[in-house]
């Protein structure tokens, strides 16, 4: 589970980079889409990973 967290998160950084790097119009916004999208999983899929690992 955490290795999904880290493709996510890495997934989210790659998004920003193109997002807050210029490049134009509708690119722009699906990569912060995108971003913030792959973020959030990234988090969700940590918080799955940490709660399975207490429970064993």
Same mark, same amino acid.
Do not use: D, E, N, Q
């Given at each position: 589970?955490?290795g999904?967290?880290? &493709?996510?998160?890495?997934?989210a950084?790659v @998004?920003a ?6 490049v ?5 916004m699906a990569?912060?889409i995108?971003?913030?999208?792959? $973020?959030? @999983? @990234?988090?969700?899929t940590? $918080?799955? @990973?940490? &709660?399975k690992?207490?429970r064993?």
């Amino acid at each position: 589970m955490s290795g999904w967290a880290v &493709t996510f998160l890495i997934a989210a950084l790659v @998004a920003a980079m193109l997002a807050f790097g210029g490049v134009p119009g509708l690119a722009t916004m699906a990569a912060r889409i995108v971003f913030f999208a792959a $973020l959030a @999983a @990234a988090a969700i899929t940590g $918080l799955i @990973a940490i &709660t399975k690992r207490r429970r064993s």
